[in-house]
Protein backbone atom coordinates (compact mmCIF):
# COMPACT_ATOMS: atom_id res chain seq x y z
CA UNK A 1 0.00 0.00 0.00
CA UNK A 2 1.58 3.47 -0.52
CA UNK A 3 0.65 7.19 -0.14
CA UNK A 4 -1.30 7.14 -3.25
CA UNK A 5 -3.69 5.07 -2.30
CA UNK A 6 -4.86 6.62 0.64
CA UNK A 7 -7.38 9.71 -0.69
CA UNK A 8 -6.44 13.22 0.80
CA UNK A 9 -10.19 13.99 0.82
CA UNK A 10 -10.68 11.86 4.09
CA UNK A 11 -9.58 14.84 5.76
CA UNK A 12 -7.53 12.69 8.10
CA UNK A 13 -3.86 12.51 8.47
CA UNK A 14 -3.13 8.70 8.63
CA UNK A 15 0.02 8.79 9.70
CA UNK A 16 -1.08 10.21 13.65
CA UNK A 17 -3.69 7.56 13.65
CA UNK A 18 -1.57 4.33 14.31
CA UNK A 19 -2.64 3.07 10.95
CA UNK A 20 0.26 1.49 10.13
CA UNK A 21 1.19 -0.10 13.57
CA UNK A 22 -2.58 -1.73 13.88
CA UNK A 23 -1.90 -3.27 10.19
CA UNK A 24 1.15 -4.51 11.42
CA UNK A 25 -0.34 -5.82 13.81
CA UNK A 26 -3.42 -7.66 13.07
CA UNK A 27 -1.88 -8.83 9.86
CA UNK A 28 0.94 -10.91 11.97
CA UNK A 29 1.49 -14.36 13.26
CA UNK A 30 -2.07 -15.86 14.60
CA UNK A 31 0.28 -16.71 18.14
CA UNK A 32 -0.70 -13.84 19.87
CA UNK A 33 2.40 -12.33 20.57
CA UNK A 34 1.48 -8.90 19.19
CA UNK A 35 -1.89 -7.40 20.64
CA UNK A 36 -2.89 -3.89 18.85
CA UNK A 37 -4.71 -1.58 21.62
CA UNK A 38 -7.50 -0.28 18.81
CA UNK A 39 -9.60 2.26 19.82
CA UNK A 40 -12.93 3.73 17.87
CA UNK A 41 -10.93 5.66 15.11
CA UNK A 42 -9.63 3.12 13.39
CA UNK A 43 -11.81 -0.01 13.80
CA UNK A 44 -15.73 1.64 12.83
CA UNK A 45 -17.11 0.60 10.09
CA UNK A 46 -16.95 4.24 8.11
CA UNK A 47 -16.32 6.34 11.05
CA UNK A 48 -13.15 7.49 9.61
CA UNK A 49 -14.01 7.39 5.99
CA UNK A 50 -11.91 5.36 4.09
CA UNK A 51 -9.92 4.24 6.95
CA UNK A 52 -12.48 2.86 9.17
CA UNK A 53 -13.51 0.96 5.54
CA UNK A 54 -9.89 -0.37 5.24
CA UNK A 55 -9.55 -1.73 8.75
CA UNK A 56 -12.92 -3.83 8.23
CA UNK A 57 -11.32 -5.36 5.64
CA UNK A 58 -8.25 -6.67 7.32
CA UNK A 59 -8.57 -10.24 9.29
CA UNK A 60 -8.54 -9.68 13.23
CA UNK A 61 -11.01 -11.17 15.78
CA UNK A 62 -11.61 -9.18 19.21
CA UNK A 63 -10.19 -10.26 21.95
CA UNK A 64 -11.00 -7.70 25.03
CA UNK A 65 -12.99 -4.90 25.71
CA UNK A 66 -11.09 -3.10 27.89
CA UNK A 67 -12.47 0.44 28.45
CA UNK A 68 -14.21 3.49 27.59
CA UNK A 69 -12.73 7.00 27.56
CA UNK A 70 -15.57 9.03 28.51
CA UNK A 71 -16.08 12.40 26.93
CA UNK A 72 -18.14 15.16 28.32
CA UNK A 73 -19.52 18.64 27.09
CA UNK A 74 -17.63 21.11 28.39
CA UNK A 75 -18.10 25.09 28.85
CA UNK A 76 -15.58 27.76 30.64
CA UNK A 77 -16.90 27.91 34.28
CA UNK A 78 -18.12 31.75 33.46
CA UNK A 79 -20.21 30.91 29.83
CA UNK A 80 -23.64 31.63 29.80
CA UNK A 81 -24.42 28.28 29.43
CA UNK A 82 -25.85 26.42 32.43
CA UNK A 83 -27.68 23.23 31.09
CA UNK A 84 -27.20 21.02 27.63
CA UNK A 85 -30.91 22.87 27.09
CA UNK A 86 -29.36 26.45 27.57
CA UNK A 87 -26.54 25.38 24.98
CA UNK A 88 -29.29 23.96 22.34
CA UNK A 89 -31.70 26.87 22.59
CA UNK A 90 -29.31 29.34 22.06
CA UNK A 91 -28.21 27.28 18.96
CA UNK A 92 -31.64 26.75 17.69
CA UNK A 93 -32.59 30.63 18.35
CA UNK A 94 -29.62 31.44 15.98
CA UNK A 95 -28.29 29.10 13.43
CA UNK A 96 -24.13 29.08 13.39
CA UNK A 97 -23.73 31.15 16.55
CA UNK A 98 -22.98 28.19 18.79
CA UNK A 99 -19.62 26.52 18.24
CA UNK A 100 -18.14 23.53 19.12
CA UNK A 101 -14.53 21.90 19.19
CA UNK A 102 -13.48 18.30 18.54
CA UNK A 103 -10.65 16.53 18.06
CA UNK A 104 -10.27 16.32 14.29
CA UNK A 105 -12.32 16.97 10.81
CA UNK A 106 -14.41 13.60 10.18
CA UNK A 107 -13.73 11.97 12.86
CA UNK A 108 -16.30 10.37 15.84
CA UNK A 109 -16.82 13.26 17.96
CA UNK A 110 -17.55 15.32 14.98
CA UNK A 111 -20.05 12.92 13.86
CA UNK A 112 -21.02 12.95 17.39
CA UNK A 113 -22.13 16.12 17.68
CA UNK A 114 -23.43 16.70 14.37
CA UNK A 115 -25.87 13.82 15.41
CA UNK A 116 -26.75 15.62 18.42
CA UNK A 117 -27.76 18.88 16.35
CA UNK A 118 -29.49 16.87 13.90
CA UNK A 119 -31.53 15.50 16.90
CA UNK A 120 -32.12 18.44 18.60
CA UNK A 121 -33.06 20.20 15.34
CA UNK A 122 -29.86 22.78 15.90
CA UNK A 123 -26.72 23.95 13.65
CA UNK A 124 -23.77 24.76 15.00
CA UNK A 125 -20.50 25.53 13.88
CA UNK A 126 -17.40 23.00 14.04
CA UNK A 127 -14.21 23.69 14.92
CA UNK A 128 -11.56 21.00 14.62
CA UNK A 129 -8.36 20.84 16.72
CA UNK A 130 -5.50 19.14 16.73
CA UNK A 131 -5.92 18.09 20.35
CA UNK A 132 -7.72 19.47 23.74
CA UNK A 133 -4.82 21.36 24.88
CA UNK A 134 -4.80 23.90 22.06
CA UNK A 135 -8.18 24.46 22.25
CA UNK A 136 -7.98 24.94 26.00
CA UNK A 137 -7.48 28.75 25.82
CA UNK A 138 -10.41 29.42 23.01
CA UNK A 139 -12.47 27.36 24.96
CA UNK A 140 -11.52 29.99 28.40
CA UNK A 141 -11.65 32.68 26.25
CA UNK A 142 -15.28 32.27 24.92
CA UNK A 143 -14.11 32.16 21.08
CA UNK A 144 -15.60 28.74 21.23
CA UNK A 145 -19.04 27.78 23.17
CA UNK A 146 -18.49 24.33 24.10
CA UNK A 147 -15.95 21.39 23.71
CA UNK A 148 -15.91 17.53 23.31
CA UNK A 149 -13.13 16.96 26.13
CA UNK A 150 -12.07 13.54 27.94
CA UNK A 151 -12.27 13.21 31.27
CA UNK A 152 -9.14 12.80 32.40
CA UNK A 153 -8.51 16.37 30.65
CA UNK A 154 -11.50 17.90 32.03
CA UNK A 155 -12.06 16.48 35.54
CA UNK A 156 -8.76 18.88 37.42
CA UNK A 157 -9.98 21.67 35.49
CA UNK A 158 -13.85 21.55 36.93
CA UNK A 159 -11.88 20.81 40.54
CA UNK A 160 -9.74 23.98 40.11
CA UNK A 161 -12.78 26.11 38.47
CA UNK A 162 -12.02 26.78 35.16
CA UNK A 163 -14.50 24.84 34.29
CA UNK A 164 -17.73 23.16 34.09
CA UNK A 165 -19.43 20.16 32.23
CA UNK A 166 -23.09 20.09 30.70
CA UNK A 167 -22.92 16.08 29.90
CA UNK A 168 -21.46 12.93 28.80
CA UNK A 169 -21.58 11.44 25.34
CA UNK A 170 -21.60 8.10 26.41
CA UNK A 171 -24.05 5.32 26.88
CA UNK A 172 -23.78 5.63 31.08
CA UNK A 173 -22.35 8.11 33.68
CA UNK A 174 -18.43 8.28 33.53
CA UNK A 175 -17.22 6.46 36.67
CA UNK A 176 -14.94 9.83 37.64
CA UNK A 177 -18.04 12.06 37.28
CA UNK A 178 -21.22 9.93 38.42
CA UNK A 179 -22.98 13.38 38.96
CA UNK A 180 -22.68 14.15 35.53
CA UNK A 181 -25.99 13.41 33.06
CA UNK A 182 -25.75 11.62 29.80
CA UNK A 183 -26.76 13.37 27.01
CA UNK A 184 -29.74 10.55 26.76
CA UNK A 185 -30.65 11.71 30.28
CA UNK A 186 -31.36 14.78 29.02
CA UNK A 187 -33.92 14.08 26.73
CA UNK A 188 -31.78 12.69 23.86
CA UNK A 189 -33.14 8.48 24.39
CA UNK A 190 -30.73 6.26 22.62
CA UNK A 191 -27.94 8.96 22.63
CA UNK A 192 -24.53 7.51 22.98
CA UNK A 193 -21.01 7.68 21.95
CA UNK A 194 -18.60 5.32 23.63
CA UNK A 195 -14.86 5.96 22.45
CA UNK A 196 -13.56 2.07 23.12
CA UNK A 197 -10.59 0.30 23.23
CA UNK A 198 -9.57 -3.01 22.87
CA UNK A 199 -7.58 -5.82 22.07
CA UNK A 200 -7.44 -8.06 18.76
CA UNK A 201 -5.32 -10.52 17.15
CA UNK A 202 -4.97 -11.80 13.45
CA UNK A 203 -8.17 -14.05 12.30
CA UNK A 204 -6.82 -17.86 12.48
CA UNK A 205 -5.37 -17.10 16.32
CA UNK A 206 -6.34 -20.28 17.97
CA UNK A 207 -8.81 -20.24 20.42
CA UNK A 208 -6.92 -21.32 23.53
CA UNK A 209 -4.54 -18.28 22.41
CA UNK A 210 -7.53 -15.77 22.70
CA UNK A 211 -9.04 -17.46 25.86
CA UNK A 212 -5.97 -17.49 27.61
CA UNK A 213 -5.73 -13.92 26.81
CA UNK A 214 -8.94 -12.77 27.46
CA UNK A 215 -8.95 -14.61 30.73
CA UNK A 216 -5.43 -12.75 32.02
CA UNK A 217 -6.97 -9.06 30.72
CA UNK A 218 -10.46 -9.93 32.75
CA UNK A 219 -8.21 -11.00 35.48
CA UNK A 220 -6.45 -7.60 35.38
CA UNK A 221 -9.92 -5.91 35.03
CA UNK A 222 -11.10 -7.50 37.84
CA UNK A 223 -8.47 -6.32 40.52
CA UNK A 224 -10.07 -3.37 42.15
CA UNK A 225 -7.08 -1.37 42.57
CA UNK A 226 -6.44 -1.47 38.68
CA UNK A 227 -10.45 -0.60 38.63
CA UNK A 228 -10.05 2.13 40.47
CA UNK A 229 -6.76 3.66 39.20
CA UNK A 230 -8.26 4.04 36.15
CA UNK A 231 -11.57 5.16 37.32
CA UNK A 232 -9.50 7.89 39.08
CA UNK A 233 -7.09 8.76 35.46
CA UNK A 234 -11.35 9.22 34.03
CA UNK A 235 -11.50 5.87 32.27
CA UNK A 236 -14.32 3.09 32.70
CA UNK A 237 -13.45 0.02 32.75
CA UNK A 238 -15.69 -2.87 30.97
CA UNK A 239 -14.34 -6.29 30.14
CA UNK A 240 -16.37 -9.36 28.95
CA UNK A 241 -15.63 -12.43 26.67
CA UNK A 242 -14.39 -12.40 23.38
CA UNK A 243 -18.38 -13.32 22.56
CA UNK A 244 -19.27 -10.10 24.24
CA UNK A 245 -16.86 -7.84 22.72
CA UNK A 246 -17.87 -9.08 19.00
CA UNK A 247 -21.60 -8.97 19.70
CA UNK A 248 -20.85 -4.78 21.07
CA UNK A 249 -18.73 -4.34 17.96
CA UNK A 250 -21.46 -5.84 15.66
CA UNK A 251 -23.86 -3.03 17.42
CA UNK A 252 -21.35 -0.18 17.10
CA UNK A 253 -20.50 -0.41 13.28
CA UNK A 254 -24.32 -0.25 12.89
CA UNK A 255 -24.87 2.58 15.25
CA UNK A 256 -21.89 4.54 13.52
CA UNK A 257 -23.61 3.58 10.10
CA UNK A 258 -26.29 5.10 11.48
CA UNK A 259 -25.21 8.37 12.46
CA UNK A 260 -22.86 8.85 9.55
CA UNK A 261 -25.25 8.79 7.20
CA UNK A 262 -28.01 10.54 8.79
CA UNK A 263 -25.20 13.25 9.84
CA UNK A 264 -23.40 12.90 5.81
CA UNK A 265 -20.38 14.46 7.20
CA UNK A 266 -18.22 12.32 5.24
CA UNK A 267 -19.69 14.07 2.31
CA UNK A 268 -18.59 17.73 3.59
Partial sequence: MTDATLPAKSGIDWKETGYWAALFAVL???I???????????VGTRTAGWLGALMVLIPALPVAYLCNVDYVLTVAANSPYKTLQDLLDAAGKKPGAVSYMSTGQRG????????????AGVSMVHVPYKGESPALPDLMSGRIDVAVMTVPF???RVADG???????????RAA??????TVAELGFDGYAVPIWNGFFVPRHTPDTVIDTLNRASRKILDDPAVRQRMIDLGVTPT???????ASFLAKERKRWTLMIDETGVLNN
Fill in 32 to 42: GAILPLIALLV
Fill in 154 to 156: TKP
Fill in 239 to 245: GGTPADY
Fill in 176 to 181: AMPDVP
Fill in 28 to 30: GPP
Fill in 162 to 172: SLRVLATISAQ
Fill in 108 to 119: PLHVAMEYLSKR
